[in-house]
């Protein structure tokens, strides 16, 4: 590399279409006969309403500087991709990504519904750039944004806050001992900030870092050097078809590693805008999208689970963003 070019950066999108019949079927054949295929807590993780289209047209447009966007998905293709001709030339540096290539060598562990035994894998995508960003289907740069908004000196920069765990959060343990003394316990959820919590302490950390629903900058040796030093870790992340306390986040893992190491730029300004409750009224969420456009602190807009936005409203922010990436 020539002195000061810039490392390529790629764009990772991990997706699926949870409305495909074929996809359901596949996947009724695993869940435990307790759990329907139809659960709207279930369904909210799998459904979609083609907002891949627009997150990736938003790399397009404001990472002009990201050099091949990687969709990692189950012998499935977005709809603004079907279009083969159409596609090569308006998006001719996105490829979709088979789990099967990924998960080359532990394909009986396939089919799977579970993104994080998926993100566990993504640094095999051949080809991929030994620093990357995983976004999800949700996100979206809504400004301009330049490799040091990943990337300073080859150092993730890595956007959060530091927590407590949760049996160290006062008001948690209270509640926890309430609930015991009344046999109300349920079992524990395999939840985003619990699968976080789980590789801090695994890294050795008193505390966590908490991370958001923001592009995530990866270096791949961080990931893969963990993963080949410590195989049931790894063989554990990968079994497991549906989430699992047991899973940690591999995000997650990447990132306190890299703050381990002091390898990480680390920053509490998530420059967020975050939208996910679609039961406010319609003011609301057009001064949210109006607020988040105007304000230049905010480069990343999540539109969590549209997939349960209303009709009139969800019309309304598809317009929205046809209107700011076409």
């Known amino acids: 590399m020539k002195k000061n070019e810039v490392p390529a950066i790629d764009a990772v999108i991990m997706w699926v279409d949870g409305n495909?019949?074929?996809?359901?079927?596949?996947?009724?054949?695993?869940?435990?006969?307790?759990?329907?295929?139809?659960?709207?807590?279930?369904?909210?993780?799998?459904?979609?309403?083609?907002?891949i289209e627009f997150c990736v047209k938003s790399i397009l447009k404001y990472a002009t500087f990201i050099r091949n966007i990687y969709i990692v998905t189950d012998n499935q293709t977005p709809d603004f991709l079907k279009d083969q001709a159409k596609a090569q030339q308006a998006f001719s540096n996105v490829f979709i990504v088979d789990h099967?290539?990924?998960?080359?060598?532990?394909?009986?562990?396939?089919?799977?519904?579970?993104?994080?035994?998926?993100?566990?894998?993504?640094?095999?995508?051949?080809?991929?750039?030994?620093?990357?960003?995983?976004?999800?289907?949700?996100?979206?740069?809504?400004?301009?944004v330049i490799p040091t908004d990943f990337f300073i000196n080859d150092?993730?920069?890595?956007?959060?806050?530091w927590k407590s765990f949760d049996e160290n959060?006062?008001?948690?343990?209270?509640?926890?001992?309430?609930l015991q003394r009344f046999n109300k316990i349920k079992l524990e959820r395999a939840g985003h900030y619990k699968a976080q919590q789980l590789i801090a302490k695994k890294t050795g950390f008193h505390q966590y870092f908490k991370s958001h629903h923001v592009p995530l900058p990866i270096r791949k040796m961080t990931i893969a050097t963990y993963l080949k030093d410590h195989q049931k870790d790894h063989l554990n992340n990968i079994s497991h078809r549906f989430r699992h306390v047991t899973q940690f986040l591999p995000e997650s893992l990447s990132n306190h590693l890299e703050i381990k190491n002091n390898t990480a730029i680390l920053s509490n300004d998530y420059k967020l805008s975050y939208i996910?409750?679609?039961?406010?009224?319609?003011l609301w969420l057009k001064y949210k999208l109006r607020?988040?456009?105007?304000?230049e602190d905010k480069l990343f807009l999540c539109l969590q689970s549209l997939d349960?936005?209303?009709?009139?409203k969800?019309?309304?922010?598809?317009?929205?963003l046809q209107e700011k990436y076409n």
């Open 20 to 51: 495909d019949p074929f996809h359901k079927s596949k996947m009724e054949t695993y869940l435990a006969p307790t759990h329907s295929v139809n659960n709207k807590s279930l369904r909210t993780r799998y459904d979609q309403v083609n907002e």
């Open 100 to 144: 099967k290539v990924i998960f080359e060598g532990y394909t009986h562990y396939l089919p799977t519904f579970n993104s994080r035994s998926i993100a566990t894998m993504i640094h095999r995508i051949p080809g991929l750039s030994s620093s990357f960003i995983i976004f999800n289907d949700d996100v979206f740069l809504i400004k301009k």
């Open 155 to 161: 150092k993730p920069v890595i956007r959060g806050l």
């Open 169 to 178: 959060v006062f008001f948690k343990k209270v509640k926890r001992v309430f």
């Open 276 to 282: 996910q409750n679609y039961k406010k009224p319609f």
């Open 291 to 295: 607020s988040a456009a105007k304000d």
């Open 308 to 312: 349960q936005c209303p009709p009139e």
């Open 314 to 320: 969800l019309d309304f922010i598809k317009k929205w």
